[in-house]
């Protein structure tokens, strides 16, 4: 092998080994993964609820589309019975827009429950769309409430909590619902992980964390949602 030979080896080499590193940097080796994503919403600086409120729809936005299964983390007291007992647990980012998303939660083949996000002026609104398999709204539906402080961050995520609304609270009486009265729900974003909660002062703790590292297969349509157009 002659010296120009070897030469021109050497340089060659020398040029596929720097050009690595500089298509790493342009890009995450998957640009389109979760983590990268959720990682690129900035929201470990919010603080106020507006604040707040606009990071976690941020959040949804990055992750729209996509589904994630989950684990019953707390059940305190434990529930007799528990519907989400042995049930796969997925939520969907099904529908992200402007200032609102919606998430369906399913519980096995129970397609009965939607997570509505709204922006409101001052934070952010959670309701409960809840459908019977026809489509048809259940007696219970559209409770919730709206931020009522500004964002917190817990182990690095985005924290937002929702005290139930005085409408909610009307319904929940209507339908002999008592224990619901005093309910405050709550989301946390970030980590990796999406939490939903359900607190009431008495001890009452129910949380449900999803792993957002890891899509799966998006399930059905939600009970009385229409097809994306």
Known sequence: MTRLTLTLLAVALVAACSSTPREAARAPADDTGVEWRLASTPLASARTAGEGADAFLRGMRALCGRAFEGRVEVDTPATP??????????????????????????????????WV?????????LKHDHRHADGSPDALTMYGGDTARGAMHVDGRLRL????????????????????????????????????????????????VFDLTRPVTPPP????AAPSP
């Open 117 to 125: 996000f709204t922006r409101t002026p001052d934070g952010l609104r």
């Open 221 to 224: 349509l939600p009970w009385g």
């Open 81 to 114: 019975d528990s519907p989400f007992d042995g049930k796969p647990l997925v939520m969907h980012v099904r529908e992200c827009k402007d200032g609102a998303a919606r998430v369906p939660f399913h519980v096995g083949d129970d397609r009965s429950r939607t």
């Open 161 to 208: 909590e929702f005290p139930v609304d005085a409408e909610s609270i009307a319904v929940f009486q209507a339908e002999g619902r008592t224990a619901s009265l005093t309910n405050t729900w709550a989301v946390e974003l970030g980590q990796g992980t999406f939490v939903y909660e359900l607190a009431r002062p008495n001890g009452r703790l129910f949380r449900v």
